[in-house]
C-alpha cells in the first residue's frame, strides 16, 4: 500500500515527533502538568507571529477564530472594512454579514493582491470605520497580501482595528504582528503549523482588547475575554485541544531545532522558488505575479490541452501524488500545490518528478526532466549561499 502524497494546502502531512507528542497519555486540563504545557508553549509560540503579546489557544477551527475577532469587536451596525481576494476573504463578508455589520467590501480580481494605495483610496471617503479585516495569505489563489503594507494604509486613514486572517501563513511565512500594526491576527492548525485540523490561535493587541471590552458581545463559547481571563491562569475556560497543545509543543521544538523561524521561513521561500521555476521551465502558467506569489502554496494553471480533472485524478491514482483544485470561479481552471509546514525541498523534487511523469502520460509536449533540473537548480543555489 503505497502512502499518499499529500501536497494540500491544508490538511497537511504531520511529523513523526508531532505524532508521538500527541500520542502522550491523556493529562486534566485543570491540572499543573497542563498549566505548565500551555504557558511555556504559548510562549514559544510567540516568534511565529511577531508578538510579545499572549497567544490564545482555541478548540476549533480557523473559521471559528475568525468568526470570534468579528463578534468580540463589532456590533449590528457597526462600519467595517474587509478586503477580499479570494474565497477566504469572502469568508470574513460572510460572517461580518451574518453579526449585521455595515460591509464596505474591496473586491480585487482572484490572483491579485491588494495594494496599499488601493486599500487608502478605499478608506479616504469613509468615515467611522469599526474594523479592517484582510487576509495575509490567500489560500485559494497563492495570494500573498502585502499585510505590513496594508495596516500602515488603516493607521493612515482611519482608527480602525486590523485584523488578519493568516490561516495558510503563520507558520511559513514571515509575521511581525506588533511591528506591522496588526490588532487581532488568528490562524489554524493544520497548516504551516504542522497539526492536524482543530486548533485555532490568536493574538490580540492593546488596542484590540479595549475595543473588546467596550462592546457587549453576544458570544459565549467564542467570547475572547473569557478567554484572557483563563489564560491569565494557564487554562482555558472550556475543555481545550489537550492533544494537538502536546503536539504544538513538539511543534516549537522542530522550529527550534532548523535554527529558529527565520530559517523556516527561508525554507518556505525556497519550495516556492523551486515551484515556480519548475513549472516555468514545463511551459505551464501561474495565477499569480512572483512579486505577490505565497512561500506556502502555489496556484497552477491548468497544462494546455489536458483535462484537468482526469490529470489530477490520474496523478492521485496512478503516482499517489494529491493535489487540490481550484475553488470558486477558479474551479477546473486551477491546481494549488502545497508547500507548507512539514515540506521540504527533496518533496518538492519528488512532486515534480511524478508531475512531469503524469504529463508525459497524457502526452504532454515538454523536454523530461526539464522541471526537475530547474528545481534542482534552485534548490542548489539556496544550499550555495546558506
Known amino acids: 500500500m503505497y502512502p499518499n502524497i499529500l501536497r494540500h494546502p491544508g490538511p497537511t502531512p504531520i511529523p513523526k515527533k508531532v505524532e508521538l507528542a500527541m500520542a502522550q497519555n491523556m493529562i486534566s486540563h485543570r491540572s499543573e502538568e497542563f ?66 455589520l455595515n460591509v464596505h467590501k474591496l473586491q480585487k480580481e482572484w490572483g491579485d493582491a491588494c495594494t496599499k494605495e488601493e486599500l487608502a483610496d478605499f478608506l479616504k471617503p469613509l468615515s467611522d470605520i469599526k474594523a479592517v479585516f484582510a487576509t495575509y495569505n490567500e489560500t485559494s489563489t497563492g ?5 505590513g503594507q496594508l495596516g500602515e494604509a488603516v493607521r493612515e486613514h482611519s482608527d480602525a482595528l486590523f485584523i488578519v486572517d493568516g490561516v495558510s501563513a503563520i507558520g511559513g511565512a514571515p509575521a511581525e504582528m506588533d511591528e506591522w500594526g496588526i490588532d487581532i491576527l488568528v490562524t489554524g492548525s493544520q497548516k504551516a503549523m504542522m497539526l492536524p485540523p482543530g486548533l485555532a490561535l490568536l493574538s490580540l ?31 482555558t475556560p472550556n475543555t481545550p485541544a489537550v492533544s494537538l497543545i502536546m503536539g504544538l509543543s ?21 519550495m516556492k522558488n523551486m515551484v515556480r521555476k519548475s513549472m ?36 492521485k491514482k496512478k503516482y499517489h501524488l494529491d493535489f487540490a483544485g481550484g475553488l470558486g470561479p477558479l474551479q477546473g481552471k ?20 511524478l508531475m512531469e511523469a503524469g504529463l508525459q502520460d497524457f502526452s504532454y509536449q515538454f523536454e523530461p526532466g526539464a522541471g526537475v533540473k530547474a528545481a534542482q537548480e534552485v534548490y542548489l543555489s539556496s544550499l550555495r549561499k546558506s
Open 250 to 270: 513538539a511543534v516549537c521544538d522542530l522550529i527550534e531545532d532548523e535554527g529558529g523561524f527565520s530559517k523556516t521561513v527561508e525554507r518556505h521561500e525556497v
Open 35 to 100: 498549566v505548565k504545557l500551555y504557558r511555556e508553549t504559548t510562549e514559544r509560540v510567540k516568534p511565529v507571529f511577531g508578538t510579545k503579546q499572549d497567544i490564545l489557544l482555541l478548540p476549533s477551527g480557523g473559521t471559528a477564530a475568525m468568526e470570534a475577532a468579528v463578534v468580540n469587536i463589532a456590533s449590528p451596525g457597526d462600519e467595517v472594512v474587509v478586503v477580499t481576494v479570494g474565497a477566504f476573504g469572502d469568508y470574513f463578508v460572510s460572517i461580518c454579514e451574518k453579526y449585521g
Open 143 to 147: 495570494v500573498l497580501n502585502p499585510v
Open 205 to 235: 493587541s492593546d488596542k484590540a482588547w479595549k475595543v473588546i471590552e467596550s462592546n457587549d458581545a453576544s458570544a459565549y463559547y467564542l467570547s475572547l475575554l473569557s478567554y484572557r481571563e483563563w489564560n491569565e491562569k494557564g487554562m
Open 334 to 353: 486551477i491546481f494549488r500545490f502545497g508547500h507548507m509546514g512539514y515540506c521540504f525541498p527533496s518533496d518538492i523534487l519528488e512532486a515534480v518528478s
Open 280 to 315: 516555468n521551465a514545463l511551459s505551464i502558467d501561474l495565477l499569480t505575479a512572483d512579486n505577490n506569489a505565497s512561500p506556502t502554496i502555489t496556484a497552477i494553471r491548468n497544462p494546455e490541452g489536458l483535462d484537468l480533472a482526469s490529470y489530477l485524478g490520474h496523478l
